[in-house]
């Protein structure tokens, strides 16, 4: 399937000081660097990568090269072949140009400090829509939390609406099983975020199983939830009357209060009646053989 390319570019789609930082990535800029001399960066918000996609973005590089640089920052230490460089935006054309065999690669180089290239790492692969919903959402969250930026400050670096920002956010309280789901692909976004209104987690990776298992779409992921939600709000059994009404008789009958708890299917039940000392407990066995009064707590099945 084709991918949409990026378009506008990053200096686009963020404002303030990382668009000052990108804006001037022109050709005329970049440098051939080898890729031994590339690192990984701990920015990259994507975890997965299609092999599939690969192989097709490295048979377009070996008939056509990298066209479109990527993003680097140099370094201090240096390896056997000279300075090194971490990769800011270009993952894809990183490995690909690897698999296409290539030796190097062109790069822009750009002085970012850690959250410029983070939010730029962040917005390339969303603009290129290169990014899973999950993902997605530990790129904000690393923007939010190692970077104290309000959810309404996010979505004007990203080009994102703050309910957009807020609303993947949310999708990290889903259960582990549930965020493995969205990651290998198998589950979107839009199945799962109606999961987020039930109240446990295990109702919740149950519920994403159901959805999977028979094929739910998004609309219908927002009916599961609702209908197992509201019979969650009457699961709950409702006090039994009557037999409310038969420990208030005993209360009043025995001047102390009385317990009654039901056994699990065929497991009997029990009565408890409380005592206070050693005479209590007498009285009340001769006042429960109808021969005088007294107060107590028996238990009897």
Do not use: C
């Amino acid at each position: 399937m084709t991918r949409r390319p990026l378009g506008r570019g990053l200096g686009a789609l963020i404002g303030g000081a990382v668009n000052d930082q990108i804006a001037d990535t022109a050709p005329s800029n970049f440098i051939d660097l080898p890729l031994s001399r590339i690192v990984p960066s701990p920015f990259q918000p994507r975890r997965h990568f299609d092999s599939e996609r690969l192989r097709e973005l490295a048979d377009a590089i070996r008939a056509q090269g990298v066209i479109e640089p990527l993003v680097v920052r140099s370094l201090p230490q240096a390896g056997p072949g000279g300075a090194l460089y971490e990769l800011i935006a270009g993952e894809r054309r990183l490995r690909a140009a690897r698999e296409a065999g290539l030796d190097t690669v062109p790069v822009v180089v750009r002085d970012f400090d850690d959250r410029t290239a983070l939010e730029v790492s962040l917005v390339e692969n969303l603009a290129r829509e290169d990014l899973n919903s999950i993902d997605e959402a530990r790129g904000l969250t690393r923007l939010a939390q190692e970077f104290a930026l309000s959810h309404e400050q996010i979505a004007q670096r990203i080009g994102k609406s703050r309910p957009y920002v807020s609303n993947t956010m949310r999708l990290l309280d889903l259960p582990e099983p549930v965020l493995q789901m969205v990651e290998r692909g198998e589950l979107t976004a839009g199945q799962v975020r109606p999961l987020l209104a039930l109240p446990t987690q295990e109702a919740r990776t149950a519920a994403a199983r159901d959805i999977l298992r028979r094929g739910i779409s998004a609309r219908g992921a927002e009916d599961l939830s609702r209908q197992r939600h509201a019979q969650g709000k009457t699961s709950t059994p409702r006090p039994d009357v009557h037999l409310q009404a038969l420990v208030d008789t005993l209360q009043r009958a025995l001047k102390r209060k009385v317990r009654v708890v039901r056994g699990r299917g065929q497991a009997p039940g029990r009565v408890e009646i409380e005592f206070y000392n050693d005479d209590d407990l007498t009285g009340l066995a001769a006042m429960l053989s109808g021969q005088s009064n007294g107060h107590s707590r028996l238990s009897a099945s």
